[in-house]
T-cell receptor, first 115, second 111 residues
Framework: EAQVTQNPRYLITVTGKKLTVTCSQN?????MSWYRQDPGLGLRQIYYSMNVEVTDKGDVPEGYKVSRKEKRNFPLILESPSPNQTSLYFC??????????????FGSGTRLTVV | KQEVTQIPAALSVPEGENLVLNCSFT??????LQWFRQDPGKGLTSLLL?????REQTSGRLNASLDKSSGRSTLYIAASQPGDSATYLCAVRGTGNQFYFGTGTSLTVIP
């Protein structure tokens, strides 16, 4: 089944303890992205990647890191989490548009709480 | 920068009614427009994808239209059911391959 898989689904951690949220897709998509969703603020893009070893900042990159060493994986790293990073996180992927228009496929989300 | 607006922010209708959700965008240079459904605390499920060259797409009781030149899309839901209650988001894909999301319409269908 074609899908984007995020892990973990739920995570409670303490301030300053490094964590990684994994994202993997099995559709051979070039484009991958991370979003956070907060009440009243909608979806905000954190980082995106157009292909292996190519990553760019989105609208709210502060406090986050990403890497794209393999096409299928795009982990989100919080080096020193703070309570304001408590949020619902989504990973998404898509083909790049070369000749046609492709849509987005989303993961199921990761609910992160930083105390 | 592309801006996507969804009106209304919230909508409540009795079961059985037909309804229309609106999405507008400021830059008509897009590859496609996608409608999503999101249940509380859950992921986004793709409902319909309309290419920039298309005028509409249909899936079951859902019909989405696109007027690229005027920067508008509508999602029509026929014979609404309580199970349709969710937040509906639209997203446009710009020609730079970026996606831009609206803030959503929260729909409640009252039995």
């Amino acid at each position: 089944e074609a899908q984007v898989t995020q892990n973990p689904r739920y995570l409670i951690t303490v301030t300053g303890k490094k964590l990684t949220v994994t994202c993997s897709q099995n559709m051979n998509h070039e484009y991958m992205s991370w979003y956070r969703q907060d009440p009243g603020l909608g979806l905000r893009q954190i980082y995106y990647s157009m292909n292996v070893e190519v990553t760019d900042k989105g609208d709210v990159p502060e406090g986050y890191k990403v890497s794209r060493k393999e096409k299928r994986n795009f982990p989100l790293i919080l080096e020193s989490p703070s309570p304001n990073q408590t949020s619902l996180y989504f990973c998404a992927s898509s083909f790049l548009n070369i000749r046609g228009g492709y849509g987005y496929t989303f993961g199921s989300g990761t609910r992160l709480t930083v105390v | 920068k592309q801006e996507v607006t969804q009106i209304p922010a919230a909508l409540s209708v009795p079961e059985g009614e037909n309804l229309v959700l609106n999405c507008s965008f400021t830059d008509s240079a897009i590859y496609n427009l996608q409608w999503f459904r999101q249940d509380p605390g859950k992921g986004l499920t793709s409902l319909l994808l309309i290419q920039s060259s298309q005028r509409e797409q249909t899936s079951g009781r859902l019909n989405a239209s696109l007027d690229k030149s005027s920067g508008r899309s509508t999602l029509y839901i026929a014979a609404s059911q309580p199970g349709d209650s969710a937040t509906y988001l639209c997203a446009v894909r710009g020609t730079g391959n970026q996606f831009y999301f609206g803030t959503g319409t929260s729909l409640t269908v009252i039995p």
